[in-house]
């Protein structure tokens, strides 16, 4: 029961609930309206997003498969410069930002049918509505399809082909692309390469300017003025109304008119790469042909524009469909790095040059110089790291506000009463798996420098001030700014009233922020060298790339990492196919990871990630699995007597074998089994000869190896059996542990010396509640 419960919470701390932005009104992920829960995730923790419309795959000519193909390489571009691709469109009547791969191709095969719709702002309410009466139709959005709805999403950049604009003739026929007069009332900043050229141009700039439109030119390293681009070619003969040099300053013109604010978009023109570029005067002639064409037939109105680029194709013999490709990729890559500028701009709160945002979590005059001291606004990386201490161990990981609601009935029930209110007794306290074995080592008396990550709310003050009264340094906190939209992380979980887990809700958006939005190399690393640090210990909520970032710098100063897997999701992180922080040839003794603390659902995702990422089939894990003296899975008879046959049965000792070459000590938590501690021991290592460790050595390695020694293996009983009405809350038992194993190690003890005292640390923390129990600090630790 315990064990469930235990596994239970592990699981439950770590699943996210991003928060939506308060322009989705009432219509997030409503019938009509879905937001991508990876979207909705970058959106409310202030990471770059790019809005890319749909109708280049379903009414530009770009026929299916090669739609879809096109589709992949542009989000592709998105995330190689550090975006979040955000396709839009509409699917079975519902409007929907952040299409998957299944619903790209869905979409993008309509091309062949023609028999989606094209989705202007006019088209939305008809569409939809459709919809909801039943008849659920397909539709790629326009430029002015996609801008509503990246709006509703919270999206500001958008990039695309080409935009709409002024048809030839349109002084007369009034023909002017909605997408127009949606630049003059959203404010969503659109990277095209112009207007489509066989349109006016002259016209089409003067009503943008008419619409409150700011235009600006990508002057592409060019001096002095610059002409806008006419879309296949890069020079059209009228000048541009404004110039921008860089992606910055594009980012900082659409900050500032955020922040004014204006309501009206931008238009952010990037010409044509100029190796793909069509000769203007080839183009002239090609574009009249067309046009000539497209009124002969009398296709006008929707119909114009996919007919005159499909005829532009013909007479261009391809090179338009080629130019075409070329300046979408382009202008995509473009948007991505605005958006990537612009995250940075909004984290810093509008300053160009981001340093530290003071955390203040008093109001008193003192408490707020002590806090700006603390964290100074103008430091350099000098002054930033003067106060930091030696420590022993360092450990960056989560903090978190930590609600606990335990049902309280007035009857005999014993569960809470679902869509109502509930009677109920709430307590708060500081957790986070991160800070959890930071103040376990804390109160074991280790110098410990505590690295998390809070925003600048309510919950990222009260957390601070609570580190303090726990007597953390606080020098290792990354503060954001109140306008990156970060939120300090929470989890809130329901018990009934037997005190076991109903539901829980955890927000820790915060965690999988990107490297370089929370400045780590400037931030952190000069932390870890002043530090010194024998250990470190991460936890798998930071995202797969700060994860990464962490073990490489925790390597480079010389230190041990110490690996908590936090949920079996998080947990295969460390294999991970994208950004992963172990690799095939991370074996020893070359190994990244010294050692993990998984519980056996953990291992188990773990071994299942390193099994199937490749790693269980490189050359150097075969050396060291070789070098054991034994099958990789080991003898099933000698693990029974080891361990026990329900833990062989469930796989426990083969997996934690199998991963020894990339993690060479695994203590495993297996509630009321025990701990599991499988260890690889290097050769010399006075355990392989002593009489005391006889029975827990598994395997010898040849005497002349010069990497490996043997294996070791001992199932440690657990330190007590408590009974149901004992155990107070499950919150921080296994972390505890951790912290408690590590601060033995940097003491120089070996694991086996510190693992049962270690364990009678997480039953106290069973017994306490509200987080990691006080009470170890009287255990006599060695």
């Not at 989705?24 to 979207?39: I, P, R, T, W």
């Not at 995730?41 to 498969?65: K, M």
């Not at 990981?397 to 005999?412: M, N, R």
């Not at 695994?666 to 499988?678: E, N, S, Y």
């Amino acid at each position: 029961m315990l064990a469930s419960r235990v596994a239970a919470r592990t699981c439950g701390r770590t699943v996210r609930t991003a928060g939506l932005p308060r322009r989705y009104h009432g219509l997030a992920n409503s019938k009509m309206f879905k937001v991508s829960e990876e979207v909705r995730d970058a959106v409310a923790t202030g990471r770059p997003v790019v809005a890319l419309e749909s109708t280049i795959y379903t009414h530009a000519g770009f026929p299916y498969p090669e739609s879809v193909a096109l589709a992949t390489l542009l989000e592709s571009v998105v995330r190689a410069n550090g975006g979040v691709p955000a396709t839009i469109g509409v699917l079975y009547g519902e409007a929907r930002v952040g299409l998957n791969a299944e619903e790209l191709i869905e979409l993008a095969s309509t091309a062949e049918k023609k028999n989606a719709l094209k989705v202007s702002r006019r088209d939305l309410g008809y569409i939809c509505g459709l919809g909801l009466a039943g008849k659920r139709l397909h539709g790629g959005t326009t430029v002015s399809g996609t801008m509503v709805l990246a709006h509703l999403a919270g999206i500001k950049v958008f990039g695309t082909g080409g935009l709409g604009g002024v048809h030839r003739g349109g002084e007369n026929s009034m023909d002017i692309s909605a997408d127009l007069t949606e630049l003059g009332r959203t404010p969503v900043a659109v990277v095209s390469s112009g207007c489509k050229s066989f349109l006016d141009i002259p016209r089409t700039l003067e009503y943008l300017e008419t619409e409150g439109v700011c235009v600006g030119t990508f002057a592409d390293g060019r001096q002095g003025a610059v002409d806008f681009p006419a879309f296949y070619t890069r020079d059209s003969g009228l000048k541009s109304p404004k110039i921008i040099h860089n992606e910055a300053e594009a980012a900082a013109i659409i900050y500032a008119q955020t922040q004014i604010p204006v309501s009206s978009g931008i238009l952010l023109a990037n010409p044509v790469p100029l190796q793909h570029s069509i000769a203007r005067s080839e183009m002239d002639g090609i574009i009249d042909e067309a046009i000539r064409l497209a009124e002969v037939e009398g296709h006008q109105g929707s119909d114009n524009t996919p007919f005159v680029l499909a005829k532009i194709k013909d007479l261009s013999g391809g090179k338009s469909v080629v130019a075409n490709r070329a300046l979408v990729e382009a202008n995509v890559e473009r948007a991505a790095k605005v958006a990537l500028q612009l995250s940075k701009l909004e984290r810093s709160g509008g300053s160009l040059n981001e340093r530290y945002m003071p955390a203040i979590s008093e109001t008193t005059g003192t408490d707020r110089a002590t806090a700006e001291a603390e964290l100074d606004l103008s430091s350099t990386t000098e002054q930033l790291t003067k106060g930091v201490a030696k420590a022993d161990i360092v450990v960056a990981g989560s903090l978190a506000i930590d609600l606990s609601c335990d049902f309280s009935p007035t009857e005999s029930t014993t569960s809470p009463v679902l869509e109502t209110s509930n009677r109920a007794v709430i307590g708060q306290s500081l957790g986070g798996v991160g800070h959890n074995v930071a103040i376990a080592a804390k109160y074991l008396n280790s110098s410990v420098l505590f690295c998390s990550i809070v925003g600048d709310d309510l919950s990222g003050r009260t957390a601070l001030a609570s580190l303090r009264d726990e007597k953390l340094p606080i020098a290792g906190i990354r503060v954001l700014p109140a306008s990156s939209g970060a939120r300090t992380a929470q989890y809130v979980a329901v018990n009934d009233a037997k005190k076991d887990l109903v539901v829980a809700m955890a927000d820790m958006a915060i965690m999988e922020l990107p490297a370089q939005s929370l400045d780590f190399d400037g931030f952190w690393e000069p932390l870890i060298a002043q530090a010194q640090p024998r250990w470190v210990v991460v936890d798998a909520n930071w995202s797969p790339e700060v994860l990464v970032k962490w073990m490489t710098v925790a390597k480079k100063h010389g230190a041990r990492t110490a690996f908590e897997p936090v949920s079996t999701a998080k947990s295969r992180r460390l294999f991970g196919r994208r950004s992963a922080a172990v690799t095939p040839s991370e074996c020893v003794p070359n190994n990244t990871v010294s050692l993990a603390a998984p519980n056996q659902l953990e291992l188990t995702e773990m071994y299942a990630a390193a099994r199937d990422n490749g790693l269980l089939e490189s050359e150097d894990w075969w050396h060291v699995i070789d070098a054991m003296g034994m099958s990789a899975s080991g003898s099933r008879d000698r693990l029974v007597a080891m361990t026990s046959a329900e833990l062989v049965d469930q796989g426990i000792p083969q997996q934690s074998i199998q991963l020894l070459p990339f993690i060479p000590c695994i203590v495993t938590k297996l509630g009321r089994q025990g701990v599991l501690l499988t260890q690889l021991l290097r050769p010399g290592d006075a355990r392989l000869t002593s009489s005391d460790t006889a029975p827990y050595i598994l395997s010898r390695a040849p005497t002349d190896h010069a990497v490996v020694g043997g294996v070791y293996m001992h199932l440690f009983p657990p330190a007590a059996v408590l009974a149901e009405e004992d155990i107070v809350s499950v919150n921080g038992a296994g972390d505890t542990l951790l912290g408690a194993v590590v601060t033995g190690l940097a003491r120089g003890h070996v694991v086996e010396e510190v693992l049962s005292l270690a364990q009678e640390s997480s039953v106290l923390t069973l017994q306490s509640p509200g987080g990691v129990s006080r009470e170890i600090r009287k255990l006599n630790f060695p």
